[in-house]
């Protein structure tokens, strides 16, 4: 009753393009890969490999080379890889302390960047899409001559709405249903959309393609800043829900009857007990005081012993831990990444964490998570976005290439930036 | 680059058992319905479904009648219907309050039953499988002559290992490490091993499948008694986790300075807030007092104006609105569906909860969410149990009645039973 083998011609021709974007997606995701090593991981035959590596060799996007030193027995297996030059996208980060953008190119290298800090006040879509798009031309006219723009993504600390990048609730910049993707698109001018995503969304499904939860299956992000963000993979997918808004890890509410205010509206939020706000005046600083650093500050004190700065640092360390260990019991995650602020938090306030974890962490669900700092950094959100933008490439090479070629040439856009 | 169509005699032949098994479902699932319908639901062409239809038919699962009363134009469509009496699974529930035991034919119903208290001490592994196994050999020897039992299914009150139906962590019963499956398998004596589920993530998959939500893609189930359990269907299955111990909303902690003490050791667990203990010592109620009728009267006596009984359901109902605003805002889900207990308490403290929910959901994740109390009452974690014995029908119909009728011939099952 099982499912025959099929003849290999018809596995190439009816999946050529989808089996073209899978093994695209592999060498842009790991690296130099072998076709060895390809037709294991795809499940085809060498000669299928050949066929599909020739097409994409042909489009300039891989290129192939013999492996150097091994001098093992036989002909060693060609190694492909992505080719640089031809191919990019451009990248956008609405962070709560800054604006970025990038330039990324295929196989996940950050070859450009410009950032500049977002202002605390009138942080409005007019001049945080004004600031973005001339980051964005910048990137675009200093590419390569030939290289391909071949998607664009953004991050951006809200909930947004799948499908057309509104902002639908974006409290750290005081945004409600702003059309922010589209503003972009027009303000960029390069005639292409912007994919718009939550950045701690983002921010999981990096750390789980190429950050510290490589191929885990499921793997929680959390993402600290003012507030704090959450970015769910589960069975291997991130966490929608019906509308997209799910994973607000930030608003589940821990501390109902003494809970600090949340910018929600609400108090007692997970992100009101462990943000940077929470973190700055436990410890006595002025109101004054915000921003990575400002929690650095704090971090660094309590290491060299003042008690205040300790006691904070304690205090917000119950708190991540008793939240920490309520979305290990709801999701029996394989890891828990914390990325942002978190990053600094973590480290300094670990025993707290685990020792709220080992009494609130039903034991076979606390069996084997592992708790990690993110392995991209404060790069983890933007790189988020630029594996959105690298999306239609990896469904559909050889279509979305040819699509953009001929997009440029009719729009003079590729004289434009040569001039 | 699209996939062109694929001739249908290619689809027949590949992918019969998998199309026998979808099309079977359909049927076992949303009972009589017309191959018309079956071809729009499984994208397939008429005749494909037709030659599907005969051969379950001919294997005695399915039969055909023209429907009733319609009178249209043309030919109407012939109706495709479970065959009652070919085939049946046992189901078995171990609950905190009681032992039952079902025989669920093909279409889902529940065609014979046995239940028994379950003792509140001494319910080791070898009493509950005891009564079990009676019961279940009771159903095995009833059923009709020639009908044949294609799986067994267990719901359980517990974190289970997936797999092998080991009952990891089972607090109500103070069970540790049990091999709950294997054992019942062996003391039933059919030559079939019986497949466990946690109760909540059963009763989630039915009320999906059968229940208050049936099709939808995200949903929270809550199952109330002396815990709580939770099952959450995301992106329309079940979150297991890495392990299969996902789900545990009954120890999210929601108050964590001030809480109520829980079976799991720990403090201001969901459970330890909204749990039946909870509501019987807040209203004042004896030690000696337990069990859904002892709930019951408590709502009952609320209703009548008593304002011990009052308080106590006004408090559950603040913290069951904690709980569910907290996994709205992380799931995004399309209903919660209050189970166990809970399908008492919600409708009396519905005002409470809806209270939270309308200050603690962030608006946009709070536009459509539903919530119900269990459609399918308390046979939701028995009929889980059901589907999941018939899962292995549903994915290959005719391997598995032909593997099911030679075990029977060769064990002289079939014998004993019609003795």
Chains 1, 2 share one sequence.
Not at 127 to 150: E, N
């Amino acid at each position: 009753m099982g499912a025959p083998q099929e003849p290999e011609v018809d596995v190439v021709t009816r999946d050529s393009s989808h089996n073209l974007g899978i093994l695209l997606r592999h060498v842009h995701l790991s690296g130099p890969v072998s076709r060895a090593e390809l037709a294991e991981r795809m499940g085809l035959n060498r000669s299928t490999i050949l066929a599909l590596t020739a097409e994409l060799t042909a489009a300039g996007l891989v290129s192939e080379q013999i492996p150097g030193g091994t001098g093992g027995r036989g002909r060693p297996s060609l190694v492909v890889r992505p080719r640089p030059g031809r191919v990019y996208v451009l990248a956008f980060d609405v962070a709560v302390d800054k604006l970025t953008a990038v330039r990324v190119e295929l196989g996940g290298a950050i070859v450009d960047r410009h950032e500049a800090p977002r202002p605390r006040a009138g942080a409005d879509l007019d001049l945080v899409v004004d600031v973005l798009a001339r980051f964005g031309r910048q990137l675009y006219r200093t590419a390569p001559a030939g290289a391909i723009c071949v998607g664009i993504g953004a991050s951006y600390c809200g909930m947004i709405r799948p499908g057309d990048g509104v902002v639908r609730y974006g409290p750290d910049l005081g945004w409600v249903d702003q059309a922010f993707g589209t503003a972009l698109s027009q303000r960029l001018g390069l005639g292409m959309p912007v994919a718009v995503g939550n950045e701690a969304h983002l921010g999981a499904q990096a750390e789980q393609q190429r950050g510290a939860g490589i191929g885990l299956q499921n793997l929680i992000y959390l993402h600290g800043d003012v507030g704090v963000g959450g970015g769910i993979i589960v069975g291997g997918k991130l966490l929608a829900g019906d509308g997209g808004y799910g994973c607000e890890v930030g608003h589940m509410m821990i501390n109902p009857y003494d809970g600090r205010p949340c910018l929600c509206g609400s108090r007692g939020c997970f992100e009101a007990e462990v943000g940077e706000r929470a973190l700055l005046q436990n410890a006595g600083r002025p109101d004054s005081e915000f921003g990575r650093d400002a929690v650095r500050t704090v971090i660094d004190d309590a290491d060299r012993g003042d008690p205040a700065a300790q006691e904070s640092v304690r205090r917000i360390g119950d708190w991540l831990g008793i939240g920490v260990a309520n979305v290990i019991n709801l999701f029996n995650p394989g890891m828990v990444v914390f990325g942002g602020m978190l990053r600094d938090v973590y480290p300094a306030a670990a025993a707290e964490v685990r020792a709220r974890i080992a009494v609130n962490v039903l034991p076979v669900a606390r069996e084997r998570v592992l708790l990690r700092t993110s392995g991209l950094g404060d790069n983890a959100t933007i790189v988020g976005a630029a594996e959105l933008a690298f999306a239609p490439l990896l469904t559909d090479p050889l279509g979305v290439l040819a699509g953009r070629e001929s997009a440029t040439v009719a729009s003079g856009l590729g004289a434009r930036r040569s001039a």
